[in-house]
Structure formats: C-alpha cells, structure tokens
C-alpha cells in the first residue's frame, strides 16, 4: 500500500506484554493517558466477548478460544492507535503491532505482587519461573522483528513517567519515518 495513505489513516498499535504482575496493565493505561492511545486490555476482551472454552482447575485459568479472540481483537486494531496488554504474544499476528514493549520485573517484586494478589504458591512459582526464563521477552524476539521489542520495568512513579516519554519520542519518530 501506499506508505503516504497509510501515514495519514493509521496510527501504530503498541503492544505491551510481560508475566502477570511485572505491571502491563499500569504501564499501558499511564501510557494510554499520556498519549492519547486507547488502552485495550485483552483480558477483558476475552471476557466481555466470552473467548473462552471452559477452565484449566489445575493451573487456575481459563482456556482461550483463541480464534474467537483473534477476529474480535482484529477489527479493535484495525485503525491503528492502540495500547494492548496481554501475557503472551505469540498468537497475535506480526503485522498488528509496530512496538513491542516486554515489562520485565525482579523476582522480589514479582514475589511480592503475586502475594499481594492471593495467589496459589503453585501460580505464585510458575510465573516467577516464567519470569526468571524470560519466557515472554523469548517469545517476542521469536515473533516480532528484535528491532521493535524493548525491554522495561515498571516499580516506580519515575518509571511510569519515563516509560511514557519512551514511547511519545517514539511516537514522534513513527510519524516522521511515515512521511519519508
Ligand atoms: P500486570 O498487568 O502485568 O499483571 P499490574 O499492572 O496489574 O501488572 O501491576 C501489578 C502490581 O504492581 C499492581 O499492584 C500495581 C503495581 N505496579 C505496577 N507498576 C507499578 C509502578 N510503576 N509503580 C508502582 N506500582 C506499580
């Protein structure tokens, strides 16, 4: 497509993406607010447009239907200009985002978060493991080009303030780089 028409129609979708508690959901609303992107949570796509396909006792979870969740989450991206949260990223087509930010947090923190959110010490130690094998931060750089995927943290105020600032330089650059 022509680069100039799609400069002026579309805006780039952020995705953020990391273990559960590394702190997504804070990161893309601040995010959202400060740039004036949409946040949209997948997780409450999920739910609102009831993707799923029953439970997982064992681990505590919901199976997705992935499919399902996909076609909805496809027509939300279509126009560009949106901040996603979500802890995976591998099941979303490349082509849907233009920065991919992995929240990476240490395992104190983590530890602490988890706690604070009640759960079981089996899910507690799954995404500790998960976060310690960097399995997310992997998982993007397997999926997207290694040059859009950076890696952040998110434990302080200052954090949210620089990481949005990140991303608004960023912002600015996209739109420079859609007019060349
Ligand atoms: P996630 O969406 O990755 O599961 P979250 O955004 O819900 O994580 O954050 C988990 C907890 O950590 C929550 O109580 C808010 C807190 N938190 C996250 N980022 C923070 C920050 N930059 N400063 C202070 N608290 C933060």
Not at 17 to 30: E, H, L
Not at 45 to 69: H, M, Q, S
Not at 137 to 147: C, G, H, M, V
Not at 172 to 178: H, P
Request: include cysteine; charged fraction near 35%; proline fraction near 2%.
């Amino acid at each position: 497509t022509n680069p100039l028409l799609r400069a002026s129609l579309k805006r780039p979708n952020i995705l953020i993406t990391g273990t559960p508690g590394t702190g997504k959901t804070t990161t893309a609303r601040y995010i959202a607010e400060a740039t004036g992107l949409e946040h949209v949570s997948v997780g409450d796509v999920a739910k609102e447009k009831e993707c799923f396909e029953g439970r997982d006792v064992e681990l505590d979870t919901y199976i997705l239907d992935e499919e399902k969740l996909l076609d909805h989450l496809e027509i939300i991206l279509a126009d560009g200009g949106k901040v996603v949260d979500y802890h995976s990223c591998e099941l979303f087509p490349e082509r849907w985002f233009d920065l991919i930010l992995v929240v990476r947090a240490t395992n104190a923190v983590l530890f602490d978060r988890l706690s604070a959110r009640g759960y079981s010490a089996r899910k507690r130690e799954e995404n500790l493991e998960c976060e310690i094998m960097q399995v997310v931060l992997d998982e993007a750089l397997e999926s997207y080009e290694k040059e859009i995927v950076h890696e952040i943290t998110s434990e302080t105020e200052d954090d949210l303030q620089e990481n949005a600032q990140r991303v608004k330089d960023w912002l600015t650059q996209w739109k420079v780089d859609c007019r060349d």
